[in-house]
């Protein structure tokens, strides 16, 4: 059931920003000081770090590509690649809860 919930946020979460130019993306997210795009990346290295740890690899840098408007695509390729590593139903519960919130603070 986390796995279809993960990505059922995950959709959410990218139809809600795919649209995005990159003025939106550089606004500061809810709270003021960090914007948008910032808050996406650090979301999207925070499920690829799950996704290692969960296939039993290293953590590795997600790079942050000349532009924000790739940001959904990486999300949605960091959480299938969560999915496919295996990782514990517990794991996949809080990395949705983790996209969930970010969705709620943009």
Known sequence: MSAAELDRVVGLLVRQVGHWQQPRWSAPAAGGNVARGDLVHKLVQELANRAADAAGEPRRDVPRLGSDLVLPD??????????????????????AAAVAATRAAL
């Not at 960091?78 to 517990?90: C, R, T």
Request: proline share 9%; hydrophobic share 65%.
């Open 74 to 95: 990486q999300l949605r390729v960091v959480a299938a690649d969560l999915v496919a590593a295996g990782a514990p139903e517990p794991v996949l519960a809080e990395a």
